[in-house]
């Protein structure tokens, strides 16, 4: 993971720059078409894998435009802008919550075949739930421009912990695997369902805790943690 997110971090500057110089619309049909490479045929090759049939292979290479995780990064970027944000948060919350449960279907699904899929960055529906939440809560932690964030919710309880949250996930995602070892043999004593849930709410608040008191030193903040 970390040479992807040194690199993302080191070319982001020159990447923002480019970005704020083309209109949203030009992004459409190029973003389209890398959707479907990047995100789309993985999902086919494992329905085609779980069905015993010949998955779709090329020698088409992007990860020089940063591949899939370049593709969330401009997301992101988008939502920042608010491309999304005519999109009613009903129907973002039911779409990612839909997506959600086709990407666990599609687990269950790949494991009564021959080779068991464990779901990646590369999913289409994992992506599609990742953006419709992040809109949503982009939403609620007022990170959308001053013009589609009523001035009376910015102080908000809501919108401070939502805020604190983003800023806070890049140093959860940094020390939450090591945190999640230890955690782990502790959790075989319940049912595999319910320690995967009690691991997650565990994992996610010790991490978090973790690096919003680390951060109050604002060295410890910008030198390990990148938050600004």
Same mark, same amino acid.
């Given at each position: 993971?970390?040479?992807?997110?040194?690199?993302?971090?080191?070319?982001?500057?020159?990447? !923002?720059?480019?970005?704020?110089?083309?209109?949203?619309?030009?992004?459409?049909?190029?973003?389209?078409?890398?959707?479907?490479?990047?995100?789309?045929?993985?999902?086919?090759?494992? =329905?085609?894998? !779980?069905?015993? @049939?010949?998955?779709?292979?090329?020698?088409?290479? =992007?990860?020089?435009?940063?591949?899939?995780?370049?593709?969330?990064?401009?997301?992101?970027?988008?939502?920042?802008?608010?491309?999304?944000?005519?999109?009613?948060?009903?129907?973002?919350?039911?779409?990612?919550?839909?997506?959600?449960?086709?990407?666990?279907?599609?687990?269950?699904?790949?494991? @009564?075949?021959?080779?068991?899929?464990?779901?990646?960055?590369?999913?289409?529906?994992? =992506?599609?739930?990742?953006?419709?939440?992040?809109?949503?809560?982009?939403?609620?932690?007022?990170?959308?421009?001053?013009?589609?964030?009523?001035?009376?919710?910015?102080?908000?309880?809501?919108?401070?912990?939502?805020?604190?949250?983003?800023?806070?996930?890049?140093?959860?995602?940094?020390? @939450?695997?090591?945190?999640?070892?230890?955690?782990?043999?502790?959790?075989?004593?319940?049912?595999?369902?319910?320690?995967?849930?009690?691991?997650?709410?565990?994992?996610?608040?010790?991490?978090?805790?973790?690096?919003?008191?680390?951060?109050?030193?604002?060295?410890?903040?910008?030198?390990?943690?990148?938050?600004?």
């Amino acid at each position: 993971y970390m040479p992807m997110v040194l690199g993302l971090y080191l070319f982001l500057p020159f990447v !923002a720059l480019v970005l704020q110089k083309i209109p949203a619309k030009t992004l459409f049909f190029p973003g389209i078409m890398a959707f479907i490479w990047l995100f789309i045929l993985p999902v086919a090759n494992v =329905l085609l894998t !779980a069905t015993e @049939h010949s998955t779709v292979n090329s020698s088409l290479f =992007l990860e020089f435009g940063g591949g899939i995780y370049g593709f969330y990064l401009i997301l992101g970027f988008l939502v920042h802008q608010g491309v999304f944000r005519n999109i009613r948060g009903s129907l973002l919350f039911l779409t990612g919550i839909l997506s959600f449960i086709g990407t666990v279907l599609l687990q269950v699904f790949s494991y @009564h075949g021959p080779q068991p899929y464990n779901v990646w960055y590369d999913c289409g529906l994992l =992506l599609i739930c990742a953006l419709c939440m992040f809109e949503v809560f982009s939403r609620t932690g007022g990170f959308l421009t001053k013009a589609s964030t009523p001035q009376s919710e910015k102080n908000s309880p809501l919108q401070k912990l939502t805020q604190d949250l983003s800023k806070c996930t890049f140093g959860i995602y940094i020390i @939450h695997n090591p945190i999640l070892i230890m955690l782990m043999p502790h959790a075989q004593i319940f049912p595999k369902p319910i320690s995967v849930i009690i691991l997650f709410i565990a994992v996610l608040c010790i991490s978090w805790f973790m690096v919003h008191v680390a951060c109050k030193i604002q060295f410890i903040g910008r030198a390990l943690f990148y938050i600004k």
